[in-house]
């Protein structure tokens, strides 16, 4: 079992920056051995995959985000990081971490969700 708990969320003009932190407690198993990754979901749009870091450390990235955002862990205080750069409005959507035992690297299908935090970028 994995509890998600996303933070740093907010308003932003466009170009600007945010970091959101993803918050794990997992019991059974260490954080370091779940695939982890960070969804969106604007309103009226399926739910997409933005960045996904293996067990190795290994990023991957939608081209929509590919060297703006930069995905990053720290094991032993079982967080997960989204630095979000150079922001655009079409960036606008809730975000959500995701967690699994399997690689699901894009894939909505991870098992356990965050509750989600919002981003606005306005133009």
């Known amino acids: 079992q994995v509890q998600l708990v996303e933070s740093g969320g907010g308003s932003v003009q466009s170009g600007g920056s945010l970091r959101l932190s993803c918050a794990a407690s997992?019991?059974?198993?260490?954080?370091?051995?779940?695939?982890m990754a960070w969804f969106r979901q604007a309103p009226g749009k399926e739910r997409e995959g933005i960045a996904a870091?293996?067990?190795?450390?290994?990023?991957t990235y939608a081209d929509n985000v590919h060297g703006r955002f930069t995905i990053s862990q720290d094991i032993p205080e079982n967080a997960l990081y989204l630095q979000m750069n150079s922001l655009k409005p079409e960036d606008t959507a809730m975000y959500y971490c995701a967690a699994d035992r399997v690689n699901k690297y894009l894939l909505p299908a991870y098992r356990y969700w965050g509750q989600g935090i919002q981003v606005t970028v306005s133009s």
């Open positions: 997992a019991s059974g198993y260490t954080y370091g051995s779940y695939y």
């Open positions: 870091i293996d067990t190795f450390g290994r990023p």
